[in-house]
């Protein structure tokens, strides 16, 4: 009876802590400052003495639990008045679309003149929201992943913003405003584009905030790139009412003059955007998705007087501009086009004269036609999906065609980024690897372990590898056509059995059965004698410096190492010989 009653006087005093004090009232915030609910926020400005190192303590804070979707969080460490909670509250989501699945209603609780609680309202239910934040971060991490193939940051911002361009359209029924809903359904308004742009500058860990015209009823986003703002309107790089696989750029790294020049007007000015810099860069008057290898940008230079046409290599990273191929534009009644469709498969180059696709090699040979879309139209838009060239065909610029496909036969080679990874036990890490020539979308890998049942080690579908026990194996990623790498895990506790430097013996008997899971031999070992680790029945990893001349054939005497692996220094050393003489797995940790 005294048990229940004590644990009845704990349930009430954990109610008690977790209820607002008395004196506090409960009030309502019906409206809603997000960009996802339709909002066009106002510069940021707080009535009340709100400093920026508050406002970065209350991301720190929030963000957590609004993730673990807390039903009550007491807010009074950061004494902020309703009138500029709100704002605050508002601004953060703004900025983290992550969190999409919060609306931006909420109940309150005041104390005094401050805000001291608020009970968060979620758009879907709890059960729901884990589902949902998974296929968001998944679809986010498409593009970036696509947008990581560069190396700088304006080559990120490129591709990411091609990729919405060529992949999602323009929501002319007005209905889907949320980035959640734009990745699901494929379509969304302005607000949406925005968002799921923001989202994906979030995850390259790109500056960038958002800025909107009511004038124009409109909104689009701003980064910052070496401490100078520009605009990136993704939106209107996505024209609505035009033909397929078009992609502008007029809107991409604009000034504040420079994005005028494309027809914005009227924006709320908290940033101004002073550098011109790419206000005239080449890819300013190219209208369809641009073919990019790593940082390499490849583009036709428009030309009105003669059918020659030039392709050019532009290097993202050195900034420097060079000849890449050179073909012939010809087409039956007119020789000239502001509109040059090209795509790059490594040396492979495929261009667009009039209505038929040739297929060329920067290797030399003559170039060979591969498809027509028949005489009479003319292809406007070219994009690459996967290994499928797509073609966009009319008889006109703007009238209706029809999108014709071209399957491009590639041999892909990867390479995992490095052949050997050292982890520690609870470590979590990405694997990386490169593609070449650039797939530009995802190729589905097949990821293998050997041994296929590790078990000190998880590998998820995502290439992401947990260590959970020392031990080494071989990770390998494979493509469809065959093509594989590999590179070795080596786990590592961190609390090994370190041997003392100065040892140049290790004695017979010296460690048998011991239970450390790795023993961390020292360079200048020479011998290791008979029943040294015998009966270690936990051991899973041991090196063996190169400086051994003599292994005892009993060294390691007991057949349940499960997971043991020798590390040799080198292939060709003693240690590697031994191992291979007494058939016992080995890595070599070059």
């Not at 052949?419 to 995802?442: A, M, N």
Request: include cysteine.
């Amino acid at each position: 009876m005294k048990n229940i009653l004590r644990l009845l006087a704990l349930f009430a005093l954990c109610l008690l802590l977790a209820m607002p004090a008395l004196g506090e009232e409960l009030f309502h915030q019906t409206e809603s400052g997000l960009i996802a609910d339709g909002c066009f926020p106002e510069p940021f400005e707080l009535s009340g003495d709100v400093s920026k190192a508050t406002l970065s303590s209350f991301d720190s804070y929030m963000l957590p639990k609004l993730k673990s979707l807390s039903s009550y969080i007491d807010v009074t460490r950061f004494s902020i008045s309703p009138n500029d909670f709100s704002e605050v509250y508002w601004d953060m989501l703004n900025r983290n679309p992550e969190y999409f699945y919060v609306s931006g209603a909420y109940s309150y609780y005041t104390s005094g003149s401050i805000v001291s609680a608020i009970i968060p309202q979620y758009r879907y239910s709890a059960s729901s929201i884990p589902g949902r934040i998974t296929k968001f971060e998944n679809a986010v991490g498409k593009v970036v992943d696509y947008a990581q193939k560069s190396s700088t940051q304006v080559g990120q911002l490129l591709r990411a913003y091609d990729y919405f361009c060529a992949n999602y359209e323009y929501d002319e029924t007005y209905t889907y405003y949320q980035p959640d809903e734009f990745f699901t359904k494929g379509k969304g308004v302005c607000n949406a584009y925005t968002l799921a742009y923001c989202a994906v500058l979030n995850a390259l860990d790109i500056p960038s905030d958002t800025t909107s015209s009511k004038s124009m009823n409109h909104i689009w986003n701003m980064v910052n790139l070496n401490g100078k703002w520009y605009h990136i309107d993704v939106t209107w790089g996505d024209p609505v009412s035009d033909m397929p696989l078009r992609t502008t750029h007029d809107s991409f790294l604009r000034s504040d003059d420079g994005i005028m020049e494309s027809g914005h007007y009227g924006w709320t000015r908290e940033y101004y955007a002073n550098s011109a810099k790419y206000d005239d860069f080449f890819w300013k008057d190219i209208s369809h998705p641009l073919s990019m290898q790593g940082d390499t940008i490849y583009y036709v230079s428009n030309s009105f007087s003669h059918p020659n046409r030039t392709i050019y290599a532009h290097d993202l990273t050195t900034g420097t501009t060079s000849p890449f191929y050179s073909y012939t534009y010809k087409t039956s009644g007119s020789y000239y086009s502001d509109y040059n469709p090209i795509w790059i498969f490594g040396t492979d180059v495929y261009y667009v004269t009039g209505h038929e696709l040739y297929h060329g090699s920067t290797l030399g040979g003559t170039p060979a036609r591969v498809l027509s879309t028949g005489s009479g139209t003319t292809v406007w838009g070219i994009n690459r999906v996967g290994d499928t060239l797509k073609l966009y065909a009319a008889n006109g610029y703007h009238n209706d065609g029809q999108i014709y496909t071209y399957d491009v036969n590639i041999d892909y080679d990867i390479a995992l980024s490095k052949p050997f990874i050292h982890l520690t036990v609870g470590d979590k890490q990405r694997l990386k690897f490169s593609i070449t020539p650039d797939p530009t979308y995802e190729i589905p890998l097949t990821w293998t372990l050997d041994p296929a049942d590790a078990g000190f080690m998880r590998l998820s579908t995502a290439a992401g590898v947990t260590a959970l026990t020392p031990g080494a194996t071989r990770v390998t990623a494979t493509l469809p056509d065959g093509s594989s790498d590999s590179c070795l895990i080596f786990v590592h506790d961190d609390k090994p059995l370190t041997i003392p430097a100065s040892t140049k013996v290790i004695t017979q008997d010296a460690f048998r059965g011991v239970a450390a899971q790795e023993i961390v031999l020292p360079e200048g070992v020479t011998r290791i004698e008979s029943g040294a680790f015998a009966d270690c029945l936990n051991l899973r990893l041991i090196n063996l410096p190169d400086t051994l001349t003599y292994i005892a054939p009993d060294v390691f005497l007991n057949d349940s190492f499960t997971w043991l692996r020798l590390i040799c220094e080198s292939e060709d050393g003693y240690a590697a010989r031994y191992a291979k003489e007494n058939k016992l797995p080995y890595w070599v940790a070059e």
